[in-house]
Structures are given as structure tokens and as C-alpha cells.
């Protein structure tokens, strides 16, 4: 059982107790895993480089095949990855 | 001679002649400053957390001030690579819904961090904490979260050792949609226990 700890700031009375059934649930529920924090991560700087090479995708430019598989390797990079261990070894294609 | 008021901007050390008081009695000073004075930083409770999922601080809020400043040092947790996250309170329960918040800030490599949600289940303090030996500090304000305006607002500067990285600072501020008056707040990790902390909170007294 997870631990709460409650201070009353009004009575400066402070306790450390087990969670009732309703808070260790509430609790669990706010819990993130390990994996679906690394793969925010991941996603945020393989948007990140998306949004860095837009501009080469704007109807007055035509984009070379270099950037098209640069960025379809960023679009990919998610593919398969199943661990934490996994997503925290991505290594990201050179951009062209 | 009545000791009214002690001016820092003259505050002197020493001892005063005992002919210049009418009384060297503590008990005859009776004219002491009788209330807060407006725009004062007073410590209202500080709390060392170890080994918790969750802590709470209740009956926080009142009308003695109007805005709270949040001194977090020394946080530490169990799970590497967390989110360090807390909510307001109302006299009942801590809210879980309705939280706007955005993030700016850098990692020591210089890549730049931004984040944020809307709607969110709680507030943003700092994310991908590392679990080791270096600590996250905070320093954040609460405006007003006792009245009932229909959003409670804050900032937060936040920073230490980041997961896998090096250090990293994010500022963050937002709003909670929700005009009741809030009375407390909760503080946790988003991933296991907190295992170490200094949590202090000063109230701002209002004019």
C-alpha cells in the first residue's frame, strides 16, 4: 500500500498513513509508465525536427528525395519500439 | 519610552540604556505591530517529506493572505525519469480536472524544452526528473487561489539534474477553470513515491 502523507496547516498537525482503497486507486490511476514517458519524449523531438523542416514541403518548393526520406525516417522512428530501454536508444537519422 | 515599531532601515544592534525605557519588562511592551503589514512574506508551514506517494497540505489557504509562495528543495523520488506534478484543493478534495498549463525552457545542451495541456488532470511543476543523488528545487506563486475568481492562476521555476541528461530548467504557468475557493494543494510524482524534500509555503498578505 502506497503511503499519503497530510499536513493540516491550521492545526500543523502532519500524519503518514497507508491510502485508503480510494486513494491508492485514484492514485494508481494518475501513475505514467516508464514506457509512455519515453515515448512522449521521443515523439516530442521527432516532432520537433518535423516542424524544422516544414518549410520544405510548402506547394512553392520542391523537396529533394534526401529530405523526403529524412523525414519519412523521422515519421518511422516509433515503428517496432517496445521497451523503454528501446525508446531511449533511438538514434535519429542526419539531417540531409 | 513606548516601543511602537522597529524600522529595519534603522535596526540597530545592541542593548538599550535602561533609562530610556519606561519598563525593561517584556510583558510591558504592549505596542507591538498589531497586524501583518501588507505585502509581507510569512512562513506559514514547512515540511520535510520522505517515502510518500502523495502529499497533501489542508486548511492552507485563508483570507489571512492573498497569494502563497512555494519553496520546493531537495526533491527527490524513487522512479527515475518523472513528472513532478501537484493540484489545488477545495476544502473537501484535491481537483483533478480543468488544468491549463504551458512550459518553456532549456536542457543544459541547449536543446530547448516546451510542453503543456489543457484540460489537464493537475499542474505542471517539472518533467523527466532524474532519480539519483542530485536534487529538483522549485520556486513557485499562487495568485489568489482563496478567492473566487474563475481561474486560479501560477508560476513556477523549476530545475535540476535531468533524467539521462544534464541539467534542465522549465518555467511553467497556467490556470485552473474553476471558481472555488481553493483551500490546499497536493504534490506527487507521476510515477512512484517522493523519497526526499523540503516543502515551505509563505503567505503574501494582500492590501
Redesign the interface.
Known amino acids: 500500500m502506497?503511503?499519503?502523507?497530510?499536513?493540516?496547516?491550521?492545526?500543523?498537525e502532519?500524519i503518514?498513513r497507508d491510502?485508503t482503497a480510494e486513494?491508492q486507486a485514484?492514485?494508481d490511476a494518475?501513475?505514467?509508465?516508464?514506457f509512455d514517458?519515453?515515448m512522449k519524449?521521443l515523439r516530442?523531438k521527432r516532432n520537433?525536427l518535423l516542424i524544422d523542416t516544414d518549410f520544405h514541403a510548402l506547394s512553392d518548393n520542391t523537396m529533394s528525395a534526401d529530405m523526403t526520406t529524412y523525414r519519412q525516417e523521422l515519421r518511422d522512428i516509433t515503428n517496432g519500439i517496445t521497451t523503454v530501454e528501446q525508446a531511449?536508444a533511438v538514434v535519429f537519422p542526419t539531417k540531409p | 519610552m513606548a516601543l511602537s515599531k522597529i524600522d529595519a532601515a534603522n535596526f540597530l544592534t545592541g542593548t538599550i540604556p535602561q533609562g530610556n525605557v519606561a519598563n525593561a519588562s517584556l510583558s510591558a511592551v504592549t505596542a507591538l505591530p498589531a497586524a501583518i503589514p501588507t505585502g509581507s512574506l510569512v512562513l506559514i508551514t514547512e515540511t520535510n517529506i520522505s517515502g510518500t506517494g502523495a502529499f497533501h497540505i489542508t486548511n492552507l489557504f485563508s483570507s489571512t493572505y492573498r497569494d502563497y509562495k512555494i519553496i520546493g528543495s531537495g526533491l527527490k523520488q524513487a522512479t527515475d525519469n518523472t513528472h513532478w506534478i501537484f493540484q489545488l484543493r477545495t476544502s473537501s478534495a484535491a481537483v483533478s480536472s480543468g488544468y491549463y498549463w504551458a512550459g518553456v525552457g532549456a536542457r543544459n545542451t541547449g536543446s530547448a524544452v516546451d510542453a503543456g495541456e489543457e484540460g489537464a488532470t493537475d499542474f505542471s511543476i517539472i518533467s523527466n526528473a532524474a532519480s539519483d543523488t542530485h536534487a529538483t528545487s522549485f520556486d513557485m506563486t499562487l495568485y489568489d487561489p482563496y478567492g473566487y475568481q474563475v481561474s486560479k492562476n501560477y508560476t513556477c521555476i523549476a530545475g535540476g539534474r535531468r533524467s539521462g541528461d544534464g541539467g534542465h530548467l522549465i518555467c511553467t504557468s497556467g490556470f485552473l477553470a474553476n471558481d472555488t475557493r481553493m483551500e490546499g494543494i497536493m504534490i506527487n510524482v507521476d510515477n512512484g513515491n517522493m523519497t526526499a524534500g523540503n516543502i515551505k509555503v509563505y503567505g503574501i498578505k494582500g492590501s
Open positions: 502506497t503511503k499519503i502523507t497530510i499536513l493540516n496547516a491550521a492545526t500543523k502532519l503518514t491510502m486513494e485514484e492514485f494518475r501513475q505514467v509508465s516508464q514517458t519515453a519524449n516530442n520537433q531511449n
